[in-house]
């Protein structure tokens, strides 16, 4: 026959296993919320990038339209401009 102290020291134990399980589970939640978290900003820089490459290109490309109306124009001066 189990005395009741040693029936509360091994509810005392499981209740320390229990919480250790559930620390390693918050523990691994986080290391996978942080790697997710690191992944999405590493996509991120990678897509601001891609907007800034995109974005510079069509300023390239609009100043050389400009470019090439001012000189189809030429020194006309009754020539519209768009």
């Known amino acids: 026959v189990r005395s009741s102290r ?3 020291s091994e509810a005392d134990s499981t209740a ?5 399980a559930e620390a390693r589970n ?4 986080f290391k996978a ?3 997710a978290m690191t992944q999405a900003t590493k996509s991120v ?8 490459t ?3 290109a069509l300023l390239d490309r609009l100043e050389r339209i400009e470019g090439a ?3 189809a124009m030429g020194d006309d001066p009754k020539a519209e401009r768009p």
Request: charged residues 40%; negative net charge; proline residues 0%.
């Open 6 to 8: 040693e029936s509360a």
């Open 16 to 20: 320390v296993l229990n919480a250790a």
């Open 26 to 29: 918050a523990i691994a939640d």
């Open 33 to 35: 919320v942080k790697t």
């Open 45 to 52: 820089e990678r897509a601001k990038t891609g907007v800034e």
């Open 54 to 56: 995109i974005e510079r």
């Open 69 to 71: 109306v001012e000189e």
